[in-house]
């Protein structure tokens, strides 16, 4: 829980948007990226910065998907999340910088 709890108040910290609030219970999160960013851009800036995502364009079938991002976090330490995290944040800020 205590991965769940970080993951959360990195989230918080780095002004990224999630559904939810509440800490997860499982080892992965789901999370929709702003309108007009997409995963394939996102994965791209955050490859720069060593973090490799992973996007959720398989569980879509017959298309969408475009702005959904995986994050398991449940083999990583508190500090691995929250560097994530702000890896994330500026990922995404490089694509919205770039658009």
Avoid: H, W, Y
């Avoid at 995986?70 to 990922?91: N, Q, V």
């Amino acid at each position: 829980m205590r991965r769940g709890s970080t993951l959360v108040s990195a989230q918080s910290t780095a002004s990224c948007r999630r559904r939810r609030r509440r800490a997860p219970t499982a080892g992965l999160v789901s999370i929709t990226l702003p309108p007009g960013i997409g995963t394939t851009a996102v994965r791209e800036a955050a490859a720069k910065r060593a973090l490799n995502l992973a996007d959720g364009l398989a569980f879509f079938p017959e298309g969408g998907g475009q702005r959904f991002l995986r994050l398991p976090f449940c083999a990583l330490t508190p500090a691995e999340i929250e560097e994530g995290i702000r890896r994330l944040a500026g990922s995404v800020a490089d694509v919205l910088r770039a658009a």
